[in-house]
T-cell receptor, first 113, second 113 residues
Framework: QKEVEQNSGPLSVPEGAIASLNCTYS??????FFWYRQYSGKSPELIMS????GDKEDGRFTAQLNKASQYVSLLIRDSQPSDSATYLC?????????????FGQGTILTVHP | DVKVTQSSRYLVKRTGEKVFLECVQD?????MFWYRQDPGLGLRLIYF???????EKGDIPEGYSVSREKKERFSLILESASTNQTSMYLC????????????FGSGTRLTVV
C-alpha cells in the first residue's frame, strides 16, 4: 500500500514565525509532489508543486524535496493568522496513471496573534 | 482559470433516495475524480474517470456509481442513500501527466436523514 504520512498536529505558531510542515511517502519512484491548503468548510486549493530535489520558493512559501529520504516539506515564512488551515500533502506515485493523487491526512496549522 | 463546478453546495436527502451529484469542468481535462472527506479519515477516492464512458473504482466505491457521458461532466450517483453517506463530496479534475495537480470544485455537503 502506497502511503503519504503527515503529522496531524495541530501545529501552533505565533504570528511572524516560520511554520514547518512535513510529509513522508512510501514509494521511492514517486516524481510529483503537491501541497494544498484547505480552510474549514472549503475545498482544497493548490499552493505549491515540486518535482526536483531541493527548494522551490513562491512568495512566503518554500517547498523542499529530498527524494533519497522520501521527504517533502512546506515552510511558511512570516506566518499570518490567515494561514490557519489544514495543509494536505499529495503525491503522484510511480506507475500511477491519469494524474491520480494520494493524499496525506493533513496537518492543522494555527497561527495565533 | 480552470473552473470545476459542483451543482449543489448543500443537499439534504432522505434514506433510500437516489441522489445525483453533478460536476462540470471547463478546461478540457481528461481525468475527473470523486472524493468524500470525513473528519479524521481524510480524502477517500470513490471513483475516477479518464475518458468519456471510462471509469475505475477508487478505494470506497460501494454504494456509489458514476457516469461520464461527456468529457466535461462527471456525475456521482448514490443508488440508495444511507445515513453513513452523509459527508462532504469533492469533485476534482486534472490533465494526464506528472506535472499537474487537481483543481477541486467547491464541494457538496450532503446530509442523509
Amino acid at each position: 500500500q502506497k502511503e503519504v504520512e503527515q503529522n496531524s498536529g495541530p501545529l501552533s505558531v505565533p504570528e511572524g514565525a516560520i511554520a514547518s510542515l512535513n510529509c513522508t511517502y512510501s514509494d521511492r519512484v514517486s516524481q510529483s509532489f503537491f501541497w494544498y491548503r484547505q480552510y474549514s468548510g472549503k475545498s482544497p486549493e493548490l499552493i505549491m508543486s515540486i518535482y526536483s530535489n531541493g527548494d522551490k520558493e513562491d512568495g512566503r512559501f518554500t517547498a523542499q524535496l529530498n527524494k533519497a529520504s522520501q521527504y517533502v516539506s512546506l515552510l511558511i515564512r512570516d506566518s499570518q493568522p490567515s494561514d490557519s488551515a489544514t495543509y494536505l500533502c499529495a503525491v503522484i506515485f510511480g506507475g500511477t496513471s491519469y494524474g491520480k493523487l494520494t493524499f496525506g491526512q493533513g496537518t492543522i496549522l494555527t497561527v495565533h496573534p | 482559470d480552470v473552473k470545476v463546478t459542483q451543482s449543489s453546495r448543500y443537499l439534504v436527502k432522505r434514506t433510500g433516495e437516489k441522489v445525483f451529484l453533478e460536476c462540470v469542468q471547463d478546461m478540457d481535462h481528461e481525468n475527473m475524480f470523486w472524493y468524500r472527506q470525513d473528519p479524521g479519515l481524510g480524502l477517500r477516492l470513490i471513483y475516477f474517470s479518464y475518458d468519456v464512458k471510462m471509469k475505475e473504482k477508487g478505494d470506497i466505491p460501494e454504494g456509489y456509481s458514476v457516469s461520464r457521458e461527456k468529457k466535461e461532466r462527471f456525475s456521482l450517483i448514490l443508488e440508495s442513500a444511507s445515513t453513513n453517506q452523509t459527508s462532504m463530496y469533492l469533485c476534482a479534475s486534472t490533465m494526464t501527466g506528472l506535472l499537474y495537480g487537481y483543481t477541486f470544485g467547491s464541494g457538496t455537503r450532503l446530509t442523509v436523514v
